[in-house]
Protein backbone atom coordinates (compact mmCIF):
# COMPACT_ATOMS: atom_id res chain seq x y z
CA UNK A 1 0.00 0.00 0.00
CA UNK A 2 1.52 3.15 -0.72
CA UNK A 3 1.73 6.11 2.03
CA UNK A 4 0.17 9.65 1.40
CA UNK A 5 2.76 12.88 2.64
CA UNK A 6 1.42 14.15 5.15
CA UNK A 7 2.07 17.83 3.91
CA UNK A 8 0.06 16.77 0.25
CA UNK A 9 -2.89 15.63 1.66
CA UNK A 10 -6.27 17.62 1.04
CA UNK A 11 -7.45 19.20 3.57
CA UNK A 12 -9.36 22.51 4.52
CA UNK A 13 -7.55 25.14 3.70
CA UNK A 14 -6.31 27.61 6.44
CA UNK A 15 -6.56 31.32 5.80
CA UNK A 16 -3.38 32.39 7.34
CA UNK A 17 -0.81 31.26 9.66
CA UNK A 18 -2.77 32.70 12.52
CA UNK A 19 -5.48 30.12 11.60
CA UNK A 20 -3.73 27.02 11.71
CA UNK A 21 -3.62 25.58 15.17
CA UNK A 22 -0.59 27.07 16.29
CA UNK A 23 -0.37 26.72 20.11
CA UNK A 24 1.98 27.96 22.63
CA UNK A 25 5.55 25.92 23.65
CA UNK A 26 6.62 25.62 27.01
CA UNK A 27 9.22 28.31 27.97
CA UNK A 28 11.81 24.97 29.16
CA UNK A 29 12.91 22.12 28.09
CA UNK A 30 14.19 20.72 24.26
CA UNK A 31 12.67 22.30 21.17
CA UNK A 32 12.40 20.48 17.70
CA UNK A 33 13.45 22.80 14.73
CA UNK A 34 11.66 20.89 11.74
CA UNK A 35 12.52 22.61 8.09
CA UNK A 36 9.86 21.00 5.76
CA UNK A 37 10.74 19.17 2.53
CA UNK A 38 8.80 16.87 -0.05
CA UNK A 39 11.98 14.68 -0.10
CA UNK A 40 13.70 15.40 2.77
CA UNK A 41 13.17 17.11 6.36
CA UNK A 42 15.85 19.27 8.41
CA UNK A 43 15.76 18.73 12.07
CA UNK A 44 17.37 20.76 14.50
CA UNK A 45 17.44 20.75 18.64
CA UNK A 46 17.76 23.18 21.45
CA UNK A 47 19.36 23.27 24.72
CA UNK A 48 16.72 22.82 27.76
CA UNK A 49 17.24 26.30 28.59
CA UNK A 50 16.15 27.02 24.65
CA UNK A 51 19.08 29.17 24.47
CA UNK A 52 20.90 27.41 21.35
CA UNK A 53 20.38 24.95 18.81
CA UNK A 54 21.96 22.38 16.83
CA UNK A 55 21.73 20.90 13.64
CA UNK A 56 20.49 17.20 14.10
CA UNK A 57 19.14 14.99 11.25
CA UNK A 58 18.83 14.91 7.57
CA UNK A 59 15.59 12.99 7.26
CA UNK A 60 14.80 11.61 3.80
CA UNK A 61 10.72 10.88 3.52
CA UNK A 62 9.67 7.42 3.78
CA UNK A 63 5.84 7.49 3.58
CA UNK A 64 3.84 8.86 6.40
CA UNK A 65 4.83 5.00 8.05
CA UNK A 66 8.56 5.73 7.75
CA UNK A 67 8.60 9.70 8.59
CA UNK A 68 6.14 8.54 11.83
CA UNK A 69 8.64 5.68 12.90
CA UNK A 70 11.38 8.58 12.60
CA UNK A 71 9.81 10.99 14.54
CA UNK A 72 8.86 8.76 17.34
CA UNK A 73 12.10 7.71 17.76
CA UNK A 74 13.36 11.31 18.18
CA UNK A 75 10.83 12.41 20.58
CA UNK A 76 11.54 8.97 22.67
CA UNK A 77 15.38 10.20 22.52
CA UNK A 78 14.80 13.95 23.05
CA UNK A 79 11.79 14.19 24.80
CA UNK A 80 11.56 17.39 23.29
CA UNK A 81 8.77 20.07 24.95
CA UNK A 82 7.59 21.55 21.48
CA UNK A 83 8.28 21.71 17.48
CA UNK A 84 9.02 24.88 15.80
CA UNK A 85 7.94 24.49 12.05
CA UNK A 86 9.78 26.35 9.13
CA UNK A 87 6.80 28.59 7.07
CA UNK A 88 7.76 28.92 3.58
CA UNK A 89 6.01 32.02 2.82
CA UNK A 90 6.42 34.18 -0.77
CA UNK A 91 8.85 37.44 -0.12
CA UNK A 92 6.11 39.79 0.12
CA UNK A 93 4.66 37.33 3.23
CA UNK A 94 1.65 35.95 1.92
CA UNK A 95 1.67 32.00 2.06
CA UNK A 96 2.91 29.82 -0.65
CA UNK A 97 1.92 26.54 -1.80
CA UNK A 98 4.69 25.00 0.06
CA UNK A 99 3.89 26.99 3.31
CA UNK A 100 0.28 25.12 3.41
CA UNK A 101 1.70 21.99 2.85
CA UNK A 102 4.22 23.01 5.82
CA UNK A 103 0.85 23.78 7.89
CA UNK A 104 -0.49 20.55 7.28
CA UNK A 105 2.87 18.35 8.16
CA UNK A 106 2.89 20.38 11.32
CA UNK A 107 -0.59 19.94 12.25
CA UNK A 108 0.08 15.81 11.13
CA UNK A 109 3.48 16.00 13.00
CA UNK A 110 1.57 17.37 16.15
CA UNK A 111 -0.76 15.03 16.50
CA UNK A 112 1.47 11.83 15.96
CA UNK A 113 4.09 13.15 18.67
CA UNK A 114 1.60 14.45 20.78
CA UNK A 115 3.39 17.80 21.12
CA UNK A 116 2.34 21.64 20.65
CA UNK A 117 3.33 23.29 17.63
CA UNK A 118 4.46 27.17 16.56
CA UNK A 119 6.20 28.86 13.22
CA UNK A 120 8.94 30.49 12.08
CA UNK A 121 9.25 32.46 8.98
CA UNK A 122 11.97 30.60 7.34
CA UNK A 123 11.82 32.67 3.79
CA UNK A 124 15.76 32.99 3.94
CA UNK A 125 17.20 30.04 6.27
CA UNK A 126 17.76 28.09 2.90
CA UNK A 127 19.82 30.88 1.89
CA UNK A 128 21.58 31.27 4.94
CA UNK A 129 22.43 27.75 5.52
CA UNK A 130 24.02 27.71 1.32
CA UNK A 131 26.20 30.70 2.59
CA UNK A 132 27.45 28.92 5.10
CA UNK A 133 28.26 25.80 3.67
CA UNK A 134 30.10 27.63 0.57
CA UNK A 135 32.35 29.11 2.76
CA UNK A 136 33.16 26.09 4.76
CA UNK A 137 34.79 24.79 1.53
CA UNK A 138 32.31 22.12 1.26
CA UNK A 139 32.03 19.65 -1.94
CA UNK A 140 28.29 19.41 -3.69
CA UNK A 141 27.80 16.07 -1.64
CA UNK A 142 28.76 17.18 1.64
CA UNK A 143 26.58 20.66 1.34
CA UNK A 144 23.37 18.45 0.28
CA UNK A 145 24.45 15.87 3.25
CA UNK A 146 24.29 18.90 6.03
CA UNK A 147 21.74 22.03 4.14
CA UNK A 148 18.50 20.53 5.47
CA UNK A 149 19.51 19.99 9.23
CA UNK A 150 21.53 23.19 9.06
CA UNK A 151 18.61 25.21 7.65
CA UNK A 152 16.29 23.93 10.35
CA UNK A 153 19.20 25.01 12.61
CA UNK A 154 18.84 28.76 11.73
CA UNK A 155 14.96 28.75 11.73
CA UNK A 156 14.97 27.64 15.15
CA UNK A 157 17.83 29.70 16.57
CA UNK A 158 15.81 32.85 15.34
CA UNK A 159 12.78 31.51 16.92
CA UNK A 160 14.95 30.77 20.37
CA UNK A 161 16.47 34.85 19.91
CA UNK A 162 12.51 36.22 19.44
CA UNK A 163 11.26 34.27 21.83
CA UNK A 164 13.81 35.79 24.63
CA UNK A 165 13.44 39.22 26.58
CA UNK A 166 15.60 41.61 24.68
CA UNK A 167 18.71 42.84 27.00
CA UNK A 168 17.94 46.39 29.11
CA UNK A 169 19.08 49.42 26.92
CA UNK A 170 22.10 50.95 28.44
CA UNK A 171 20.63 54.78 28.25
CA UNK A 172 17.41 53.04 29.99
CA UNK A 173 19.85 51.10 32.89
CA UNK A 174 21.73 54.64 33.33
CA UNK A 175 18.61 56.93 33.60
CA UNK A 176 17.56 53.71 36.40
CA UNK A 177 20.80 54.46 38.03
CA UNK A 178 20.61 58.27 38.01
CA UNK A 179 16.41 58.16 39.39
CA UNK A 180 17.55 55.92 41.96
CA UNK A 181 20.62 58.65 42.82
CA UNK A 182 18.18 61.44 42.67
CA UNK A 183 16.12 59.23 45.16
CA UNK A 184 18.59 59.08 47.44
CA UNK A 185 19.81 62.66 47.44
CA UNK A 186 16.02 63.40 48.33
CA UNK A 187 15.46 61.13 51.43
CA UNK A 188 19.33 62.54 52.30
CA UNK A 189 17.47 66.10 52.20
CA UNK A 190 14.20 65.32 54.13
CA UNK A 191 16.59 63.38 56.84
CA UNK A 192 16.49 66.00 59.68
CA UNK A 193 19.73 66.66 61.30
CA UNK A 194 20.69 66.41 65.03
CA UNK A 195 20.60 69.78 65.20
CA UNK A 196 16.89 69.94 63.99
CA UNK A 197 15.46 67.87 66.34
CA UNK A 198 14.12 69.95 69.33
Known sequence: MT???PGSEQQPQSTGPASNGAS???KSGVVLGIDYGTKRIGVSVSDREQKFSSPLHNHTRQGTQGDERFFRKVVAEYRPVGL???LPLHMNGNESEKSKEATRFAAWLSKVTSLPYTFQD???TSYQ???LLLAADMTNKQRKE???KLAAQILLQMWLDARRPP???PELAEEATADEDHTADDRNDET???NDIP
Request: hydrophobic share 30%; net charge negative; proline share 17%.
Open 3 to 5: STD
Open 146 to 148: RMD
Open 84 to 86: VVG
Open 129 to 131: AER
Open 167 to 169: PPR
Open 122 to 124: ERL
Open 192 to 194: PSI
Open 24 to 26: EIP
